[in-house]
């Protein structure tokens, strides 16, 4: 294994942790994964959150919804670039039990910054997927 493969596995590591720490409803933890000057725009937010508190707060937010959420990841493309490095990818969020299983699709970007050794997010963006693109094909055409 090269050294760019053992990087990208780390940074593949480090994404499937903030997973984990989701599926965990462990809001420590994922903050754990955020550098102090991260950005998120979270599936949900509203505007971009800066702070950790902000963070924080969207977090708990988010597992203070019961049923709690909960994710599960699909493809990942991770590259580095030195200390910087960016995971792509899907995931699957459900949010509610069944029988009134919910599924949404998403997909979400991670920045990381390696400090000591640790990677950290310092920009996370994650939407759900949009409608296909014939819908958007379509709008165009009506203006």
Not at 92 to 111: G, I, K, W, Y
Not at 113 to 122: D, K, M, N, P, Q
């Amino acid at each position: 294994m090269v050294s760019s493969d053992i990087d990208e596995a780390s940074v593949l590591a480090a994404t499937e942790a903030w997973i984990a720490a989701f599926n965990r409803a462990d809001a420590a933890g994922i903050g754990a994964l955020y550098d102090p000057q991260a950005v998120l725009w979270g599936t949900t937010a509203a505007q971009l959150i800066t702070t950790p508190q902000g963070i924080a707060a969207y977090f708990d937010a988010v597992f203070a919804l019961r049923p709690v959420p909960r994710m599960a990841l699909g493809e990942v493309l991770p590259r580095v670039f030195g200390d910087a490095a960016v995971s792509t990818g899907h995931y699957t969020l459900t949010l509610s039990p069944a029988p009134q299983l919910r599924e949404v699709p998403a997909r979400f970007s991670f920045t990381w910054r390696r400090t000591a050794g640790v990677w950290r997010i310092v920009d996370h963006h994650s939407s759900a997927v949009p409608a296909p693109l014939n819908a958007l094909a379509a709008l165009a055409a009506a203006s």
